[in-house]
Structure formats: C-alpha cells, structure tokens
C-alpha cells in the first residue's frame, strides 16, 4: 500500500488503508472501485433523489455531474440516498404530516451514512423545502469538509391565453385555481388548463417559496456555492455548475475548512437579511432556528424581526410580486442581493465554500442591464422586510407572519375555529366562511398534528375567492407554505396540544392582528383565558407508535425550530 496519501484523505483512513481493511476493500472492489480510487479521498454524495415529483427527480444527472468533478480533482465519490417527502404533493393531506418530520430522519440519516463510513468529505445534492435544511443541519453535526448543492428552480410553466400569447405561471396558480373552482369562478377545463401547464419538468417551485428561499439561505450562509446554486435545474449551464461544485468539496478537504468554520452567527445574520430583502419564506424561521441549535448558537424569533425591521423589502418575486426564480437568477441572483446588501452596510464579511469571503462574491456580481426583479434602496417594494414576528396573549413565543405580498397591517374580526386543517378547508370549499372572518387553525403544530403541517390548501383557496382574498385573516400553530400570501399569521407557539392560549379560543372571539405593534391579541380577558385553559382536554395523540410518535415525544416548541432532542 502506497504511504503518500492526498492530504484531504484523513478520516477514510480507518476504512481503507492497511492490511486490517483488506476485507472492507473487498466489499468496495466488489461492486467497482479500484485499488488506487480507495487509496484517494473518499467523498460522500448524499443525494435526495426522487420521481415522486419534479423537484428531486433530476438529481441523478446531477449527482453524475458532482462525482465527475470529484474524480477530476482526485477524489473518489461514493453515492448513497435517503429519503425525501414532497410538500405540494403531500399538501391537504395526512401525508403532509410527514414533511417536517422527514428534515429530522434525513438530517440523521445523513449523519449515520457518513459517520459509518467515515467520509473525508460531503457533498448534499437537495432540492426540495426540508431537505435543504436537514442537508445544513447534517453538515453542522458532522463539521467535515462538505457543501449544500441546490438541484435547481423548475421553469415557468406557460398558460395559453383566448388572445393567443402566453402567460408565465406557477403550482401556486394552480392551488389557488381550486380555489377559484370551488367558488364555482373557473370551470373544469380552464383547472385543467392550469393543471396541465404549471409543471413543465424538473425542479424545485418557482417562486421565492420554501425551496428557492433556502436555497438562497445556503448561498449567504456561505454554505453552498453563490450563483451556482441559482442555476435552474434544466439549464444547459447546471451540469457544468455541479461539476464545479464537485471541484469545490475537494478543494474543502485538501485545506480542512469545515461547515463550522464557515457558518457562524454573522453568517446566519446574512442569511435572514436575505430572506428579508427578498419576501423568502416563513419556513425560514424555523429552519434557521434548527440550524442554528446544530451550530450551537443562540438564535430566537425575535432576531428576525430586529434585521428584518432594519432590511427594506427590494426584491419582486412570487408569491408577492411577479417575478420567478430564474428572473432573480438572470437579473443578478445571489451575487448581486449580497452586493445590494454590502452597500448598505448589512453583509458581513463571512467565508464560503467557493474559496471567497461573501463580499468579494458581492463585488464580482454581474446586474442584467434593465433589470427589475432586485430593486436599488432608493426604490423599496417595502420599507422593512418580508418578515414579522408578533407576539400577545395569543402567541406568547411569538408567531411568524410574511407582510410580502400584501397591504393589511391591522385586521380584526371574529373567530372560526377549526381543530384540524382538514375541517376549515371544508367551510372555505362549501362557502361558509364571511368576509373579515379570522380563521383559527390549531392542533396542527409539531407535537399536536403532529408534524406541523402547512396550510396551503386553504390560504390558496381562500385566496382564489375574490370576496375572501383581501379580507380575511387565519392564524395556525402549524406551519404556511412559502407559496402563501396574505394576511396569515403561523408558527402560533405554544401550540394548542400544549395547551398554548390559541386552544382557549371560542368560535366567535374577537381577534386582533396588530402588526405596527407586533401583536397577536385575544380580545377575552386574561382570567377568562386561564379559566378555558383549564377546561380544555387536549386531543388524544394521532399515532401511539412508529416515527409519527416518536417525533411528537421529542419535538421542541416551533419557536425553538421544532428539533427533536
């Protein structure tokens, strides 16, 4: 056996090198590695693939891609899978219970495969809205050389419109037409049409919802590679962009920089002014709040409100504004946000993987002439951010709502009260829901449902009546898809199961959404609260047994980014 070692093989030692390994190499030979490629760097490729919807159903070429530049940059790449839930797939559904809990069984199975094998490096291909996170949250357990590669934002898809042209649209058109088709607006063709056309092929949904908005997060966490992450998933560019990211890990491992070096407070700081300056998603909260638990750093709702009270809202993307991932992607992307940022003195000056601090990737961007998808600071879509943190009787830790998209900072009216998702659907599709009407979800949050489901069914059909879109409020102690907009307050904590203020709520109750003054309020007074609280029986839990279980019986509040611990 060959004494001169690449330096980045380090922890793949133990695996392969030595007489005592002769047996574990023979498994390795066995199924086509050589003697030389287990005598180089071993480096993991954790791969989210899946043809159960587009967003990971590419993942495949991209893996090929990553290993190729593995093996050009003296790497030997070993492919292993784990799983992956869709959300839009699963959305209105039992099933939808699943997606937060498949961030925690992928970020551990990540972590098992590759402490298992003992890899001098990882590379996470994801692309999906849980398994961006639990691909960082693995990374920051681990601490080996390693990056995050997003597989990319689906195209637009195209709507033939009665005039000939075409319009671009995306799965949200879609969730809102079943609206708009149970408000009896479009006809079963014209669903159809929407169906048929949303979902032109691979890729993660188009707008800035949970996955783009993530995928972005990566970027400014310094944890995956700037503008290579924005390329779209079917672009003739992504296969290039995966090779390089393949280049970069070896590159990681040759000089030792590990996800820990690189992801600190600053950097997480980075993270949510980006979300902020772009209306990212509400799931952003809790996922960089799980993030940072892996990290060991403190961080609490109440962050989020302080950056995105002091980051003007620049950037005009769906669902609040017009524009789709690929627009941000060609105006700009990544590289110029950072750069809109920097100039503003909100960026700080943090290490990536690609080799360069995040301000020298600023000052290498590259504006679109013309462009009008990432405005100046001198011409804000808001003043302040995407994001809101209330708090209140009714949300003691806080709850999260995205001000993008819409123009109501006050709202009160009467609660409807619904125990279950499932329930308050059924009152918007069957048209008993009025005007001004507060919508009240619970028993959906990470213990209670459990599994946090998101509310897109509905915040989408009641978006899709005209009557109801601009008028009414709904606040839940689950979770809202980065596909929401309007006035939805989520992430409600504590949850109704734990017998958080939102259980004593009656049908008919007054609230107030008071967002000048950050506050969720139950117009009941405090010793009638306490008096229903101690009334309420919570429900008997969904599942005795199994991961559903398990997951109710060690998951934190979500103002805590509902980790298991």
Known sequence: MSNELDPAKKNSIALTEGPSRAAARSYLRGVGFSKEDLHKPIIGIANTWTEIGPCNFHLRKIAEAVKQGIREAGGTPMEFNTITISDGITMGTEGMKASLISREVIADSIELVARGNSFD???????????????????????????????????????????????????LNVFEGMGSHAAGKITDDELEALEA????GAGACGGQFTANTMAMAGEFLGISPIEITGVPALSPEKHEASREAGRLVMDLARKGITPRQIMSRKSIENAIAAVCASGGSTNAVLHLIAIAHELNIPLSMEDFDKISEHTPFICDLSPGGKYNAKDYQEAGGSRLLAKRLMERGQLHNTITVTGKTLHEEAKAAHETPGQVVIHNWDKPLKPTGGLVILKGNLAPEGCVIKVAGHERLFHQGPARVFDSEDDCFAAVESGKINPSDVLVIRYEGPR??????EMLAVTAAVKGIPELSET????????????????????????????????????????????????????????????????????????????????????????KGAVTT
């Open 121 to 171: 490096g990882l590379v996470c291909i994801a692309g999906c809205d849980k398994n961006m996170p639990a691909a960082i949250m693995a990374l920051a357990r681990l601490d080996i050389p390693g990056l995050m590669l997003y597989g990319g934002s689906i195209a637009p898809g195209h709507l033939k419109q009665p005039d000939g042209t075409s319009k671009d649209i995306t799965i």
């Open 197 to 200: 056309a949303a979902c032109p």
């Open 448 to 453: 209670g449902g459990p599994g946090m489901r």
């Open 472 to 559: 009414v409020a709904l606040l839940t102690d689950g979770r809202f898809s980065g596909a929401t907009r309007g006035l939805m307050a989520g992430h409600v904590a504590p949850e109704a199961q734990l017998g958080g203020p939102i259980a004593a709520v009656h049908e008919g109750d007054t609230i107030t959404f008071d967002i000048p003054n950050r506050e969720l309020r139950l117009e009941v007074p405090a010793e009638e609260i306490a008096a229903r609280l101690k009334a309420v029986k919570a429900p008997v839990p969904h599942f005795n047994s199994g991961v559903f279980a398990k997951y109710a019986n060690t998951v934190s509040s979500a103002s």
